[in-house]
């Protein structure tokens, strides 16, 4: 069912009111401690400034990392606060509580055109388990409540969830609205061919999707660790590589039921597992990985074959790196693909990126502008692809 959204309110419900958001500012940090990627904070912009422009008072709540319900000094928001104000071009207040009185004064006295942003979510008992004192406590901070944090939205976290048992209206912000909008289009199938490609590490995690896609999809194109446990359980000698045993027998299950839409690598590039470079690099058939080597990138019959499949789509979703992109010279599967990617939406094509170290890979590939959209959620945007829906979704006002 439909989700009310930010300009589904009315003027009146904004003006002058405390606007308690949830975003998603579980961002990387540098070892200076500084922000080392600002594409979350970035991606919530839209939604502070239309907050703003009608008068409300945007109070901003986040999570970083795992702090397990206790403060972890390393984890606080404070480093975030200064990149908020820089992005915004308006002055972005930060206090080191969350549910507290000085919490409640710096939002009674925080004034037009800022922002405040409160500390770490999880450094609170209760947040990870939705514990409803928390959530009310949290709906103390605002009038009413916009979940901007897509990323966050899979979880039925207090700050997500509970909150809304005490505030409302709960409205979606730009960011979730745009994501959804997008993974919606796939959801439909889109134009077609749809080509979806799958790599990356954990088959595991990812089994719903695999089981989704086989179906809407026209080709599934199998890369990076988990063609290896494809591999594996179609009878290759996999050497060192990176297999996930546990997953073999699901793998074969779907060799079995979707032979027909997947595809999976014809060569692989090998070297010793640790390689730091592809200097000692070997090309090998992808049913013959030598016993002391492990296969690292796909090899470039491979790329080949999977970029032209992707030039030649209509539709294409995109989860999970090619190989060990984050090492040196195991990164042209992935970088090819990240091309062919933004030849195909160059062409026409709607293309969406989603997870965490595939959007960092056509970020490095320079190519995020490029593609039709770039997901700031990897569990959320894969949750959703697989079932429909989201907790943090359900729990806002029905349009
Ligand atoms: P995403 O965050 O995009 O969902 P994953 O987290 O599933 O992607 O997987 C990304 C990780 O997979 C990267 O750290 C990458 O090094 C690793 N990876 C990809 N291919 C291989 C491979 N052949 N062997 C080992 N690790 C791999
Ligand atoms: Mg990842």
Redesign the pocket.
Known sequence: MPRKGLRDLEPSELEGRRVLIRVDYNVPLNEDGSVGDVTRVEATIPTLRYVMDHGGRPVLLSHLGRPKSQVVPSLSLAPVALVLAELLGAPARFVTSTDSSEALDAIENLPRGEVLLLENTRFLPGETNNDLDLAARFARLGDLFVNDAFGSTHRAHASVVGVTEFLRPAVAGFLVQKELEALNTLRGAGRRPFVVIL????IG??IGLLETFLESADVVLI??????TFLAASGASTGL??VEEDAVPTARRFLDTGADKLRLPSD?IVAL?DAADATAADVVAASSVPADL?????GPDTRTAFGAIVRDAATVFW?????????HG?DAG?VEVARAVADCTAGGGFTV?????????IRQAGLSDAVSHVSTG??AS?EYLAKGTLPGIEALDSA
């Open positions: 790599g990356g590490a954990k995690d990812k890369g990076g660790a988990m063609a290896n590589s990176l692989l597992p492990a296969a690292l990138d796909i989860n999970g790196p090619m190989g060990v992109f984050e090492r195991f992935t990126i989603g997870g965490g170290d595939s959007a960092s890979a990897g569990g894969l």
